[in-house]
């Protein structure tokens, strides 16, 4: 398995649920595995169709939703050696039975599958009579109408249990309370299934949510500049919010474009790939934008509005910082956001004929959703509890922690002043209109009702309205004013407010800190998380970005397919100027090693020579922990590319048959390589390619030649040995072993 897991992915290790779930694959039980965001979940069911045995079936098929994806995901796969395919309506006819022929014959190892052409005619006929190892069913949330993503389609998955009804299953999700847990296993009538619940926390993110400033385009703007030329998501609720903000964006000279499901097709598939290709930075969306995006430096995510909820918010939040480095989410809050919500829900619910069920679980999950926003509780400890799990301490990485907020100066005072301009208004009015008497506006409808004469007016006439509204919103979470339901909702006064208005009770209002204070919290935790790159290193990083995206336009892949973020991190701090050096970074599997190591190796040279940056620096103290293996000494460039890959893998003892699969050599050459390898590295043992026995055998038979040739000896063992191994022990021998 380590073997597979280096040569294909290059990673060292699985981690821990991945290995649970990796082992309950192995075992043929069914499982059900919970992984937030980024947590690591394809690898769960990617990896065990290459640990079966010949005369096992193997093929794995993945249901997913999400078809943008599925193609990524297999360009990925095939780029890095893998057998994989995809069924679904936008797979061209002649691939498709091209993937249909390769299940066929046994060659596809995975075969990705939308519910659709799943539940299509004959289809189900058709799979039975492959030979089927286990079923995968990505996103499996969307089975169950306790979740936030229902999916009717989903629902029918329980038909493809029937046909196949062998086949252990296999589900994946990154969010599930543990009602929606109980309910997947159910709807897909596991049996005894393992249940693999992830840690939600993502340590990695900085959460903050910010009281919305007037409709948020400028506090929109301030988070995006902390993360000038990076790729960022802003989530709005309506279509018009997002194209006013694009356009606003654009203007002030952001890569910015709009997506919202009432653009066409094309316009949407366009912005996608303009995203994943990283031909654009910022999206401004509304929900429909995200499922099937997996572009893995989304460096910061921003809610222009409050998401409906938590598990929305996770979702969508989670698209940050999937590669693992750090990452900012920013939720810009009013309570009127609920209200909106509220509104939309109802519409949709008349509209859809949707079962009164529905509708009180997603007023209920909005109800959360508020709470969470409004809450003053570490948001990193808000969300595991959320999800049932516990986190503990200090997370450093939140508003609340860092104490973001400051509070607003007078509060009790100017709470006291909102709430007795609310009493003496009598009927209930918006936010804006309150807002607008407090600051003794002379507007026509002001005088026409004579508000000018209350003796609230005017009162709070240095604060700006948007701030304003922004603390009628605090109050409205505190309880002391209620938010009535409607078109034009109005506000007014709750028994809460008596005992303040009274002077009894103090009142805590807040409003955000200057931007420059939150830029250096975030400095201090990437250089904690050993993530901050010194000037030169970014330089370096940013060449490798670019010949990211040129190596990746010629492959006609998205960038990610080639290396993470986390991978070119560690190239620009190592610089390794060799191919064992570069094998060497997390992230570098074999066939990449082979195809793209050269010209990575070329362009960390010229990039480096050009910063005034050594090759190979030792390990400095500030970076070898996160990263764990040291830096390796320089050595001499020379071997071609597919030598200096098969090397590495003879290091790992791979079998000659795998490493000719992995590198598309003939086995002959592979031989070749190996009695080279053997020849320069002199290793202590070959037992990887001649077992003892044979090696034995062949001592004895060359101790009596006077020459180093294989051809005499092969025949004084009357051929009993193959010709390859019996030179790979020669060549051993040789070495004085
Ligand atoms: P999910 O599907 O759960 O959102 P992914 O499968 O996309 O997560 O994996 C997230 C990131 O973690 C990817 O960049 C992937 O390469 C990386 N990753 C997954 N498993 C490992 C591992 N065992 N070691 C190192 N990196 C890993
Ligand atoms: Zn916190």
């Not at 969306?285 to 910061?300: N, P």
């Not at 070749?672 to 020849?679: D, H, S």
Request: proline share 6%; hydrophobic share 40%; glycine share 8%.
């Amino acid at each position: 398995m380590q073997d597979v897991l280096t040569r294909y992915w290059g990673f060292d290790t699985l981690r821990p649920l991945q290995s649970e779930a990796v082992a309950a694959a192995r075992a043929g039980r069914d499982s059900l595995v919970v992984l937030p965001t980024g947590g690591g979940k394809s690898l769960c069911y990617q990896l065990p169709p290459l640990l079966r045995g010949a005369d096992e079936p193997s093929l794995t098929v993945v249901v997913s939703p999400l078809i943008a994806l599925m193609k990524d995901q297999v360009d990925g796969l095939v780029l890095g050696g893998y057998p994989a395919a995809a069924l679904h309506g936008a797979v061209p006819a002649n691939e498709a039975a091209e993937a249909r022929r390769g299940v066929e014959r046994g060659t596809i190892k995975l075969l990705y599958v939308s519910p659709e052409r799943l539940l299509s005619e004959g289809f189900l006929g058709w799979l039975s009579r492959q030979r089927v190892a286990a079923l995968a069913i990505d996103e499996a949330h969307c089975i169950s109408q306790w979740g936030h993503d229902f999916r009717p389609e989903y629902r029918r998955l329980a038909e493809v249990r029937e046909a196949l009804p062998d086949i252990p299953v296999h589900a994946f999700t990154a969010t599930a309370t543990p009602r929606v847990r109980e309910d997947i296993a159910a709807q897909l009538q596991m049996r005894d299934p393992a249940m693999l619940v992830g840690t939600f926390d993502r340590p990695n993110l900085t959460y903050r949510v910010l009281p919305r400033v007037g409709n948020g385009e400028a506090q929109v703007e301030a988070v995006l500049r902390r993360h000038a030329g990076e790729a960022a998501i802003v989530y709005c609720i309506s279509r018009k919010q997002t194209e006013s903000l694009a356009d606003h964006l654009s203007a002030r000279g952001f890569s910015a474009a709009a997506y919202h499901a009432g653009l066409d097709v094309g316009r949407r598939s366009q912005v996608q790939e303009d995203f994943l290709d990283e031909r654009l930075d910022v999206v401004v969306a509304t929900v429909a934008f995200g499922m099937g995006i997996d572009r893995g430096d989304v460096r910061a995510v921003v809610h222009a509005s409050m998401p409906k909820s938590v598990e929305a918010y996770q979702q969508e939040t989670g698209r940050a910082g999937r590669d693992g480095l750090p990452a900012e989410c920013v939720l810009l809050y009013s309570s009127a956001d609920a209200v909106k919500w509220s509104q939309l829900m109802e519409r949709s619910a008349a509209e859809a004929d949707v079962p009164v069920a529905v509708v009180r679980a997603q007023r209920d999950l909005l109800f959360q959703m508020q709470r969470f926003a409004a809450s003053a509780r570490c948001r990193h400890q808000s969300l595991s509890a959320y999800f049932g799990q516990e986190l503990q301490g200090d997370c450093g990485g939140c508003d609340v922690c860092n104490q973001e907020l400051e509070e607003f100066p007078d509060s009790t005072t100017v709470a006291r002043k909102i709430l007795s301009c609310v009493a003496r208004l009598r009927d209930p009015y918006g936010a804006a209109y309150i807002a607008d008497v407090l600051r003794g506006s002379n507007q026509a409808k002001v005088i026409q009702r004579s508000h000018h004469l209350l003796s609230t007016y005017g009162l709070l006439r240095d604060v700006d309205k948007d701030t304003l509204v922004s603390l009628i919103d605090q109050l409205v979470d505190l309880g002391a004013l209620l938010r009535d339901e409607g078109d034009y909702p109005t506000i007014r006064l709750t028994h809460t407010a008596t005992p303040i208005l009274r002077g009894d009770v103090p009142v805590r209002l807040v409003r955000v800190r200057p931007p420059e204070e939150l830029v250096a919290t975030d400095q201090r935790r990437k250089k904690a998380q050993g993530a901050a790159l010194g000037p030169e290193e970014q330089a370096v990083f940013d060449d490798l970005r670019a010949l990211r995206r040129q190596l990746a336009s010629e492959r006609g892949v998205p960038p990610y397919v080639i290396f993470g973020d986390a991978p070119l991190m560690e190239m620009a701090r190592r610089r390794p100027s060799s191919l064992a050096g570069f094998a060497a970074i997390k992230g570098v599997g074999a066939a990449k090693l082979d195809q793209l190591g050269e010209r990575f190796l070329a362009a960390i040279e010229t990039s480096a020579a050009a910063r005034g940056l050594a090759l190979d620096p030792g390990a400095s103290p500030r970076l070898s922990a996160p990263l764990g293996a040291p830096a390796k000494a320089p050595e001499p460039r020379g071997p071609t590319g597919a030598r200096a890959a098969a090397s590495v893998l003879f290091a790992r003892g791979v079998a000659i048959a795998d490493v000719a699969t992995t590198l598309d050599r003939a086995p002959g050459t592979v031989v070749q390589y190996l009695v080279e390898w053997i020849e320069q590295e002199q290793p202590v043992t070959v037992s990887a390619w001649v077992d003892d026995a044979t090696l034995a055998r062949v001592r004895e038979a060359a101790a009596g030649m006077d020459s180093d040739r294989v051809r005499p000896v092969f025949e004084s063992l009357g051929g009993t040995v193959d010709y390859d191994q019996l030179r790979v022990a020669m060549a051993w021998l040789r070495t004085g072993a």
